[in-house]
């Protein structure tokens, strides 16, 4: 009596309750796709009635104006592959050279805390007030982007990466290194799987950094990349290019993004 | 200042020029000799050797400037103007972040919906819309106003979101079921528990603030601390733009520590 009293509602709620659910997150993103496309189609009826044309285009007109006056200007797409060149090799030189200190700052106790803390003091400027200075150093050319977003992305790749070697359970390293483990290996199977996710963290963290110090530099001062067109364009009170150019840098940054969370999951995978 | 040394000290050094290279050349060693030794004695992020010699002034030269821009009207009112710019964008970003973040935390099922926009909306650097901005408000303090506000929001809103979601059903549960009113949960149970991460999301908000701010100044204003320090360099003044750095520099450490001694205090009860 008593056990069929609990089979019964449990047999009945197993093939219910993942359907239950899967409908419940249906709900969920048809009802986030709604509110996208209902914000669109809002901003679309308020452009075309009541918007400044000087100053805000409709979506439809920025669709136009990404296939007819940007995607086919060639001087625009040399700029939007110049602005990807300078934020990879950034992101390149931040990633290397952040990785390296760290590993470097973080690998003894002594280095870690007497170093450390003038990182995180450095951490904490605004560096974009240092900007005048990389243009008078590096010129008014791509080299003072790449430095500009290589100064942000670095330190929080370097920060991470500290943070994520001393989060490596010491037992572990007492293990390894009691195993015969050299330096480097205990770096290559030890350290490094354990900092993974922080590491990771910093990563798409400094991909940000990158990508804004560069626009930031663009903005800033230029004569190429995608910061002068968009600065260009608002200047000429043209918004629809300027909303289109401003929405494949967001597309970039989201792609870029992707492929950081991309190449993590393949890292932690062993977690699981 | 360092310009002027540079000129006197090639004539006086017994060569005669007999012709432009040679004087160029003779002016670059001494460029160079000049820097090195001023970089020894810098700080340590303009030794990196990138940076051209030309552009680091000595030391001394930097702290003359200081002492002159302070005495100028100049510098405070550029000052308060930033100070102004950064607490309204501040304020601005407080109130809509944690008044949206307790809206959306009202329910669970819009919880799901919104969190992941405005997650995916922070991935999007502000900075591409800075020239909409400049657009839609003007050159002076009130796109700065924006562009901060904007910036600050983000952090301070899914902070509050995830403070206020991640709060432990069974205390809401057991709180209604004591019979505490509804802003007697929030007062004595939600508000507390979600307070730690909120806290994180307003200091972040701040930090990201203030650097917005400062930026936008730099890159396109009419005033204010950025827009000075950019001036001074397109002026080639560096000693001055140094030592407007240093300030700004200063500020942030102040803050920064002054921040988290906030912080310990308040996480401390």
């Given at each position: 009596?008593?056990l069929?009293?609990?089979?019964?509602?449990?047999?009945?709620?197993l093939?219910?309750?993942p359907?239950?659910?899967?409908?419940?997150?249906a709900?969920?993103?048809?009802?986030?796709?709604?509110?996208?496309f209902?914000?669109?189609?809002?901003w679309?009826?308020?452009?075309r009635l009541a918007g400044?044309?000087?100053l805000?285009a409709?979506?439809?007109?920025?669709?136009?104006?990404l296939?007819s006056d940007v995607?086919?200007d060639?001087?625009i797409?040399?700029?939007?592959?110049?602005?990807?060149f300078?934020?990879?090799?950034?992101?390149?030189?931040?990633v290397?050279v952040?990785?390296?200190?760290?590993?470097a700052?973080g690998s003894?106790s002594?280095t870690?805390r007497?170093?450390?803390?003038?990182?995180l003091?450095?951490?904490a400027i605004?560096q974009?007030?240092?900007?005048p200075l990389?243009?008078?150093?590096?010129?008014?050319?791509?080299?003072?982007?790449?430095?500009?977003?290589?100064?942000h992305?670095?330190?929080?790749?370097?920060?991470?990466?500290?943070?994520?070697?001393?989060?490596?359970?010491?037992?572990?390293l007492k293990?390894?290194?009691?195993?015969?483990a050299?330096?480097?290996?205990?770096?290559?199977n030890?350290?490094?799987?354990?900092m993974?996710?922080?590491?990771?963290?910093?990563?798409?963290l400094?991909?940000?950094?990158?990508?804004?110090?560069?626009i930031?530099?663009?903005l800033?001062?230029?004569?190429?990349g995608?910061?002068y067109?968009t600065?260009?364009?608002?200047e000429?009170?043209?918004?629809?290019?300027l909303?289109a150019?401003?929405g494949?840098?967001?597309?970039?940054?989201?792609?870029?993004n992707e492929?950081?969370?991309?190449?993590?999951?393949r890292?932690?995978r062993?977690?699981? | 200042?360092y310009?002027?040394?540079v000129?006197?000290?090639?004539?006086?050094s017994?060569?005669?020029?007999?012709?432009n290279d040679?004087r160029?050349?003779k002016?670059?060693?001494?460029?160079l000799?000049?820097?090195?030794?001023?970089?020894v004695?810098?700080?340590p992020?303009?030794c990196?050797?990138?940076?051209?010699?030309l552009f680091?002034?000595?030391?001394d030269?930097?702290?003359?400037?200081f002492?002159?821009l302070?005495?100028?009207t100049?510098?405070w009112?550029a000052?308060?103007t930033?100070?102004?710019?950064?607490?309204?964008?501040?304020l601005?970003?407080?109130?809509?972040g944690i008044?949206?973040?307790?809206?959306?935390?009202?329910?669970?099922?819009?919880?799901?919906?919104l969190?992941?926009?405005v997650?995916?909306?922070?991935a999007?650097?502000?900075?591409?819309?800075?020239?909409?901005?400049?657009l839609?408000?003007?050159?002076g303090?009130?796109?700065?106003?924006?562009?901060?506000?904007?910036?600050?929001?983000?952090?301070?809103?899914?902070?509050t979101?995830?403070g206020?979601a991640?709060?432990?059903?069974h205390?809401?549960?057991?709180?209604?079921?004591m019979?505490?009113?509804?802003?007697?949960?929030?007062?004595?149970?939600?508000?507390?528990?979600?307070?730690?991460?909120?806290?994180t999301?307003l200091?972040?908000?701040?930090?990201?603030?203030?650097?917005?701010?400062?930026g936008g100044?730099?890159?396109?204003?009419?005033?204010?601390?950025?827009?000075?320090?950019?001036?001074?360099?397109?002026?080639?003044e560096?000693?001055r733009?140094?030592?407007w750095?240093?300030v700004?520099?200063?500020?942030?450490?102040v803050l920064?520590?002054?921040?988290?001694?906030i912080?310990?205090?308040m996480?401390?009860?």
């Open positions: 009596m008593s069929t009293q609990i089979e019964v509602p449990q047999t009945r709620a093939p219910r309750q359907r239950r659910q899967f409908q419940r997150s709900q969920i993103v048809w009802t986030r796709r709604l509110l996208v209902g914000v669109l189609a809002m679309e009826v308020w452009a400044n044309s000087e805000i409709p979506p439809s007109s920025i669709v136009r104006a296939f995607l086919s060639a001087a797409r040399g700029a939007i592959m110049l602005t990807l300078e934020v990879v090799c950034a992101y390149a030189l931040a290397m952040g990785l390296a200190l760290g590993l700052i003894t002594l870690r007497s170093m450390f803390p003038i990182i003091l450095l951490y605004p974009v007030i240092l900007l990389f243009t008078l150093g590096f010129g008014i050319g791509p080299a003072a982007k790449i430095a500009f977003g290589f100064s992305g670095v330190f929080p790749v370097l920060v991470n990466v500290v943070a994520g070697m001393r989060n490596v359970n010491p037992l572990l293990a390894a290194r009691s195993m015969g050299r330096q480097s290996d205990i770096i290559r030890v350290t490094f799987p354990h993974v996710a922080s590491f990771f963290t910093g990563l798409r400094a991909m940000t950094m990158t990508l804004l110090g560069v930031l530099a663009e800033y001062v230029s004569t190429a995608v910061g067109f600065k260009l364009f608002a000429t009170f043209d918004p629809a290019p909303f150019l401003i494949i840098l967001a597309l970039m940054a989201i792609g870029l492929i950081v969370r991309t190449i993590e999951r890292f932690t062993w977690k699981d | 200042m310009n002027t040394d000129v006197t000290t090639a004539p006086t017994g060569k005669v020029w007999t012709g040679i160029d050349k002016m670059d060693k001494d460029i000799k000049v820097g090195q030794y001023t970089t004695s810098f700080e992020k303009t990196t050797g990138a940076i051209a010699p680091v002034p000595p030391m030269a930097v702290w003359r400037a002492i002159v302070v005495q100028t100049q510098f009112a000052v308060s930033t100070l102004m710019t950064i607490s309204q964008a501040y601005i970003a407080v109130v809509l008044l949206i973040g307790f809206l959306v935390t009202r329910s669970n099922f819009l919880v799901q919906v969190e992941p926009v997650s995916g909306l922070f999007i650097p502000i900075t591409l819309f800075f020239p909409l901005f400049i839609l408000f003007g050159i303090p009130a796109s700065k106003v924006a562009y901060g506000a904007a910036y600050g929001f983000f952090p301070i809103a899914l902070n979101i995830a206020l991640g709060v432990n059903s205390y809401l549960n057991a709180a209604r079921s019979g505490l009113s509804s802003f007697g949960t929030f007062r004595h149970v939600l508000f507390p528990a979600a307070f730690p991460v909120i806290l999301g200091r972040i908000g701040f930090f990201i603030c203030f650097a917005s701010v400062l100044e730099t890159i396109s204003s009419v005033s204010g601390v950025g827009r000075n320090i950019a001036l001074a360099a397109e002026l080639m560096p000693a733009m140094y030592a750095i240093v700004v520099i200063a500020t942030a450490l920064n520590t002054l921040v988290s001694m912080e310990n205090r996480r401390g009860h």
